[in-house]
């Protein structure tokens, strides 16, 4: 197989249905993400988003259709050709989900012993540095309990790159952290995707990082079964005529629970 163009799709959905024993939560679902864009998944509570995402990443099969991670379809790879998948992206959950009985050092180190022959000098030299892309040179002898919230994202941030993915899937970054932490936050990933070239897709539903971070957006919809909305936010939130889309994106609540 050749390799995919610069100009292909780095992540391509298809015709993709999820869902739980015979409860379908997404049903045909279908989107692609750029290279080097910053792509958020958006949608009310229990909506998808979050079981999408893990779909996307290979935590599960799907009932049906296909995932490319920049060409290669994670839900039929097996063995080496899994794995080769699984490199060229990085992920980083709520909580940050780093090992508490390690410093930032062996958390971000981690990938590198899992993957790669490398000795350990070098990899520790990798591992600092991508603490200190994310600002955290400082504390690479902390343990997680030792820094603040905030700090923690950062350091799952940095793990996730370990490797010198092409892409990085982030499930509720901002999550937990005040507006001024989650504030540096969105300015280290527009820094990471200007600067590196990665490629981010986000669930969230902070309106104030989606507008100030999203390069495009597909909006979920739970009663639909599937995306309502696909676009630049601040086009969707001032000119689209959804009036599901436009009450999440004004923060408007529905009429009947007005009346309620």
């Known amino acids: ?31 692609s993400v750029s290279r080097g864009e910053v792509f958020m998944i958006l949608g009310g509570s229990g909506s998808g988003k979050s079981t999408l995402l893990k779909h996307m990443i290979g935590l599960y099969q799907p009932m049906a259709g296909h995932v490319f991670i920049d060409g290669a379809d994670i839900v039929t790879a097996e063995g080496a050709a899994r794995q080769a998948i699984l490199t060229k992206f990085g992920v980083t959950y709520q909580s940050g989900a780093l090992f508490g009985s390690m410093t930032l050092l062996e958390n971000v180190r981690l990938p590198l012993e899992e993957y790669t022959d490398l000795p350990l000098p070098a990899m520790d030299l990798i591992a600092r540095m991508k603490l200190e892309l994310v600002g955290l040179e400082v504390f690479c002898g902390h343990m997680p309990s030792e820094i603040s919230g905030g700090q923690q994202k950062r350091a799952a941030i940095a793990r996730a790159m370990a490797l010198d993915p092409a892409i990085l899937f982030l499930d509720e970054p901002s999550a937990g952290l005040d507006p001024i932490t989650s504030a540096e936050l969105d300015t280290l990933i527009r820094r990471l995707a200007a600067n590196l070239g990665i490629t981010f897709v986000i669930v969230s539903h902070e309106l104030a990082s989606i507008y100030a971070i999203g390069d495009r957006v597909i909006m979920l919809d739970k009663r639909s079964q599937g995306i309502i909305a696909e676009g630049d936010p601040r086009v969707l939130r001032d000119s689209s005529d959804n009036p599901l889309v436009r009450q999440f994106f004004r923060r408007e609540v529905e009429p009947e629970a007005e009346t309620a």
């Open 1 to 31: 197989m050749s390799a995919p163009s610069a100009s292909a799709p780095i992540v391509r959905v298809e015709g993709l249905t999820v869902g739980y024993d015979d409860n379908v939560i997404l049903h045909d679902v279908n989107f």
